[in-house]
């Protein structure tokens, strides 16, 4: 891999943060025209958050890894971020991954966890993005759930996920 593959991660730049954050934003848009609303316990700011988050984490992902980011302007739901992964981001710092129990249900393909720290350093360049692991979402359907008002939750800890090299050399990638 040539991208920007390096120990701590990609930092995007504030031009590439406003690029994805733009994708994003447009899923959000898309979604509230064709009616598709938030769900329960979810109101269309968090929403709209989730998307540009994800947007980004996917940018990320795609410029660490020197793969081509296709953002789905059109319609992103039920299609996958890269091949058959999914790629889904946290700012927790732990790493660990705290996901809906229905989506889960619906996902057995291999996730993409990637974890995102807002980097601040005395030049603010940017947001720093790193890689942490992959896992199949259906592997953690046997997990205690964590109530919510948006529904029951599964943990994906940080700990129980595979290194991403493994999945981009595996069949689960394509």
């Not at 943060?17 to 959000?28: D, L, N, P, T």
């Not at 898309?30 to 540009?52: A, I, K």
């Not at 890269?82 to 991954?97: A, C, H, M, Q, Y």
């Amino acid at each position: 891999m040539h991208g920007r593959n390096q120990v701590n991660g990609s930092l995007l730049t504030w031009d590439e943060v406003e690029y994805a954050s733009i994708v994003g934003m447009k899923r959000q848009v898309d979604n509230l025209r064709d009616g598709r609303w938030p769900g329960p316990g979810r109101d269309v700011g968090q929403q709209l958050s989730s998307h540009m988050t994800g947007a980004i984490a996917e940018y990320a992902f795609a410029l660490e890894h020197d793969l081509c980011w296709r953002p789905l302007l059109e319609n992103p739901c039920g299609t996958s971020d890269f091949g058959n992964v999914e790629i889904k981001s946290t700012w927790r710092p732990d790493g660990n991954l705290i996901w809906p129990e229905a989506q889960l249900q619906k996902l057995h393909k291999p996730i993409v966890v990637i974890l995102c720290l807002l980097s601040v350093d005395g030049e603010g360049r940017g947001i720093q993005m790193q890689t942490v692991g992959w896992a199949k979402g259906s592997d953690f359907l046997a997990r205690d759930t964590i109530p919510n008002k948006a529904g029951p939750f599964r943990l994906i800890p940080r700990e129980e996920l595979k290194p991403v090299g493994d999945l981009l050399l595996s069949s689960a990638w394509g």
